[in-house]
């Protein structure tokens, strides 16, 4: 259930509506609204008696929500959530926003190199792993707190926000501390645990659609960090599994409108990763932002042919230019533009 | 095989060349090209003397065909194919060409309702099924003969070129005679009898990638058309079957960056199909577009509540031109227009 | 709906209510069962009007149907559905049937060879494409009617019943003429011109189930085929499409007592294109027994190393009659035999 | 690279063989097969010099590993690992093992009444979740330690021995310390912290197929545990994700054999997920043991209808009492039999 507020409630009436679903043995979301706030409740089993909140100075409304999720949907919150990462870049508001960046850090020389070319063609963030999910234990696995070093430093040098991935409870803690998006990959999308923990942060979390999850099981995935308390999500859509072998994922663009219009949390596409074909990147791009997308997520490489992971669906920096000033164009078909 | 000709290899040549080719036991396909023609060879159980052919006049070079697939491969014909359909209406050009109709034809005044408001917002073909493939056998199968009569009427009344779908011998040879492009279904696309009675037909065919077909599996069947002697072929993504469940079909649009790598065939999109879903027609429609595709197939109906079948997946006629509007501005972005 | 005779109902009652239903416009499928006939009644749009019906002498009750297929529902029909093929051949009864051979008919000496072989282990089928439908225009298309030509002498001379492909109506015309029962290939499962004829036909069937179908639309096939007046029908799973690449399909058994739950029509499973890998077709042949099919149809070449298509999933003759000694194991925990 | 010792090496002779290995900069995993011991090598980038150990005496050969993974290959150990979880029972020897238990532990009653019955009808492993991966936040999570001290007194009780999932670092040091098996899920399956972390465990680890991993993605993910050093891994096939509709999962038996031709770990069948429908267990486990899978692990519990979790895909007693006798009889076919 969902207490809705009335557009003139007080902060006073809000924080007695809260108290007394706590008293109530609930957890209460106070989420504000553009012109009004509307408070979640979760940890009931069964229905809450909506009867003694009805009554209660300041509400508006009490509905039962319809979903298995709560807090991620739109019926909590009619217009979009807006993901502030500080420094003017906003992730879901009437712009998009560009993340660019290799797959992996290298070295600090690599990544200044590329996070200046993107920060040139337009990017607002710089992507690129510290710590790699690997297929193979035998394979270059991320430079670690190194690689979150250097990833501070293309901060202060490029003037970049900073995504780079958590895969567990300790490079979380160090991710939150370095960066200003802490991003959950693919194949830690039901890693509950991890989740949890992502919800208790106190950056913005980057979620990644899994490789084989449906529209429900991705949105419960957002709301086990909402549920925690982290309201500042950007879900990410990077391709899903199929028996389609042109590409290494089948790119999913329809899940865009479809998470907009269940959930008022945004939504970005990584194409790199959603095809895994460099000359697929730039058309995939164009069509992500063409169906609504929030933003994109770019893997970049000056040298991907020396990369040490995913040479082949990196893009040259050229060719990241090329891309940028295509969505610039087919952003405002849409009444958007590229922050 | 395929046979090379020089730039300026005379008819008497190519003529030769192909002679030599059918006493050699084999099957030639001489296909124009903007600055050459290639000679693409099929009828053979292993590889073709190149000798007999190499020192022919004319002949530039006998190439190997890497794929397994040779008349459709772009490796034949460098430039991309033209199918014109007459009255100025060509598909695969600079241009996109949109396609709008019902899912079904259901009476003249529903069918040229329909027609006139899509031509007035930019359609230059018109679908419309009068022969259905439905999953049961006691749903509505389309009203056959009289179907096309309707549709033949629609093409003088509303100066449309028209596209539907044969389902077998009977109904090829009068969608043949009646249409301007011949349908052949997603669930048809490997019945082989079918596509190879449709390589002899003399109208172009409109072939649907089929619900788990890869990549390679569609150009094949393209391959059993052009076998045949039917090179006009416009090939269409229409959503393949995934786990998904957010949409009818996952539309998979990385096929058409894959297909105008390796064939030189048309390749338009239907999101209707691909996604079963009304609201996300128009999100998938611009991403197609800005994906590159040549063109679109919709379903449009004016009362989608009535249609006897996909009315959820129909569009309204004002949503088309809310479409048409949308994907014109995006079209230039890769410096085409709709026609 | 259908109507449920009393146990004691005459041929003439039956006679009468049929009369009815087809006075009231509809068509009547008798189907008689262990103890009373059922009557199911198709060409409706919506319900029929049950009490023109109820008050008959001989009806004891008319039941609507819940699900979209009527005629091959468990619901029309208590007890399972046994094909008879003649000479003591049964499918769907205690004892299970298995069909064996090569994928294609390549030559009398051939068939005959692998005939003898497998008849000897305890064959009662024999399989073997005269019409092969190809993936690729230029593989071998099978002898066509010399190949059926050949499975009649197979008939005369090994005692095996025989079971080849129709890919068309010319080759149903002469399949139905040669062979005992008629397939239609997976590719073919919603050729929906192909089942009707099928469906007219006067031979069993043996229905394979598509790539990408779900058990809905598989016995909606089957029910194309019963609509017409077949009611021979065997269901075949043989694998279906997914991400899995250890295997060409993954073969999914658990559709065998989903089968069996929902439709009265017997299934037996095709583990050699269900793996796609000569080394699987032991094991999984054990566990489709073990899962409770109805029999097996498995491909068999003496020397697949040379055979025209598909010998990577040929298993030898004596691995055959491996193959036959477990499953004569196995199919007693259930309470059958191998006939 | 592997290096394969001697018939007659001395434990000397391979200790000095592990410490070169060493010296160089990698790390040697010693696995001692029927007749010889294998050593592992991993940590190299590139080639191994393999000259500087062909000559060490006990040396038999050094050979390339063709697969990506290197210690779970059969390649490696030829003959197949036994995992011995103490008093006796042993998981991929000659015999299968079957564990059994309800989904969630709930109490210290439930646990104990479903252990005898299981225990009675043939069960070696009591399976029962004390720590719960949920799709939802707001599902029932489990009761965490205080379900492993359950679990602890089952053993003692009922005697049998102990599997329980564990979702992160902390859960699996406490799974580590009461239970006798650490079950890794199919959501963690590249989960590989948690993977890593169980690799160094000292306890056997279940390892559970990922939604949509591949065969190699499975195998890769128990390198990750072996790489650690735990070379006791049980893998565990419970369905992958497709299209289907008519399970909840597909159970894709094929797995079984190409593991066992592809590794020398047992795999075992989980078809109570396999399948998510109760009616659906029993046919595949007859068809998981004729497969030739190690073991099954099967949901059973007394009230299904009244279970925190996937009551409606967890058998009767009775009911497993039936498949019980039913494997029993399959198992001989394949020499083998039920511990």
């Known amino acids: 259930m969902l207490v809705l507020m009335k557009a003139g409630a007080t902060e006073a009436q809000i924080r007695e509506v809260c108290r007394k679903i706590e008293e109530m043995g609930y957890k209460a979301h106070p989420i504000p609204g553009a012109t009004r706030t509307a408070i979640g409740i979760t940890g009931n089993q069964g229905p809450v008696e909506a009867a003694l909140l009805d009554d209660m100075p300041g509400v508006g409304e009490c509905v039962p929500v319809s979903k298995p999720y709560k807090l991620v949907a739109r019926e909590l919150k009619e217009e979009g959530t807006i993901v502030d990462l500080g420094g003017g870049v906003l992730v879901g508001g009437n712009d998009l926003v560009v993340a660019a960046g290799p797959c992996a850090i290298e070295s600090l020389e690599q990544?200044?190199?590329?996070?200046?070319?993107v920060r040139a063609a337009g990017a607002r963030l710089f992507r690129g792993g510290a710590y790699k999910p690997r297929t193979s234990p035998y394979s270059f696995q991320g430079l670690g707190e190194e690689g979150l070093r250097i990833l501070s430093e293309v901060r202060s040098?490029?003037?970049l926000k900073i995504v780079t991935e958590a895969v567990d409870r300790e490079s979380l803690d160090l991710v939150e501390r370095y960066a200003d998006v802490i991003q959950i990959g693919a194949r830690n999308m039901q890693n509950f645990s991890l989740l949890k923990a992502a919800g208790r942060a106190k950056k913005p979390v980057l979620l990644k659609r899994g490789l084989s999850a449906t529209l429900d099981e991705f949105l419960m995935a957002a709301e086990y960090i909402m549920a925690e308390g982290n309201y500042r999500i950007i879900l990410c859509e990077r391709g899903v599994r199929t028996f389609a072998d042109h590409t290494r994922n089948t790119l999913d663009l329809s899940v865009v409108p479809a998470v907009h219009r269940l959930s008022h949390l945004p939504i970005i596409v990584d194409p790199s990763h959603g095809?895994?074909?460099?000359?697929?990147?730039l058309p995939l791009s164009r069509a992500a932002v063409a169906v609504g997308a929030d933003g994109l997520i770019i893997e970049v490489h000056h040298k991907p042919d020396q990369a040490l992971s995913d040479g082949h669906q990196s893009i040259f920096p050229s060719q990241f230019e090329h891309l940028?000033?295509?969505v610039r164009q087919i952003a405002p078909v849409l009444g958007r533009s590229i922050q």
Request: hydrophobic share 35%.
């Open 275 to 281: 095809t895994g074909r460099r000359e697929k990147v």
């Open 111 to 117: 990544a200044l190199t590329i996070a200046r070319s």
């Open 157 to 159: 040098e490029a003037g």
């Open 324 to 326: 940028m000033r295509d």
